[in-house]
């Protein structure tokens, strides 16, 4: 299986401000996912990035919110833009490596907007 | 809305006790996988269920799933504390192009 670093693991943002996300695999990937995850709920797909094209965004989520970054088979970042109280949640980038054998995810940020 | 739910919602058992987690899913499928979360952190994959198995098992760990019925369940035997956590199933549904669709999620409370 892979292993993910992702930062930051938390932090506080003020209103209106953005905060980048990213995510390190120690393989390569073809696709990376990101999810988030809002307050004792479960995860929901904001994302599909694949390296070298855009981004497949699920309903209710768009680019100019979420603008996704993927430069090459390793690496993603997601930014969360223009934040406000309601994008206080967990966000997790997570990769398939091998099919078939499940998906391994970073350790989360957990994001506080104020 | 979520492909899967999950019941219970919270299950709270002593030490020793088996848990018994179910989840029901709504389109056809390639494979459902359950994961654990703990405290709100990253997820860790448990076990991976294909369309076409009907049981499977790793270490006190047991899977079944019924796709006529779309519903798959988790088996915990034997509980310790440190299996206190959040379960979720999440399908990768036929056609999804490997997105994975998760359920509400079972929160598990062993008590020592």
């Known amino acids: 299986s892979a292993v993910i670093s992702q930062k930051p693991s938390r932090d506080i943002c003020q209103r209106g401000t953005s905060l980048t996300i990213q995510c390190q695999v120690d393989s390569q990937v073809t696709m990376m996912f990101w999810y988030r995850q809002q307050p004792g709920q479960s995860l929901t797909l904001i994302a599909t990035a694949n390296q070298g094209s855009e981004a497949t965004y699920e309903s209710g989520f768009v680019i100019d919110k979420f603008p996704i970054s993927r430069p090459n088979l390793t690496f993603s970042t997601l930014t969360v833009s223009n934040m406000s109280p309601e994008d206080s949640s967990i966000y997790l980038c997570?990769?398939?490596?091998?099919?078939?054998?499940?998906?391994?995810f970073g350790s989360g940020t957990r994001l506080t907007v104020v | 809305s979520q492909q899967g739910e999950e019941d219970p919602q919270a299950l709270s058992i002593q030490e020793g006790e088996n848990a018994t987690m179910n989840c029901s899913y709504k389109?056809?499928?390639?494979?459902l996988q359950w994961y654990r979360q703990n405290s709100g952190r990253g997820l860790v994959h448990l076990i991976l269920i294909r369309s076409n198995e009907r049981e499977k098992h790793s270490g006190r760990l047991r899977v079944t799933l019924d796709t006529s019925k779309k519903s798959s369940s988790l088996l915990i035997t034997a509980s310790r504390a440190a299996d206190t956590a959040s379960y979720f199933c999440?399908?990768?549904?036929?056609?999804?192009?490997?997105?994975?669709?998760f359920g509400e999620g079972t929160q598990l409370t062993v008590n020592p």
């Open positions: 997570s990769v398939e490596v091998l099919s078939g054998y499940g998906y391994t």
């Open positions: 999440a399908t990768d549904a036929s056609g999804s192009g490997s997105r994975l669709t």
């Open positions: 389109t056809s499928i390639n494979n």
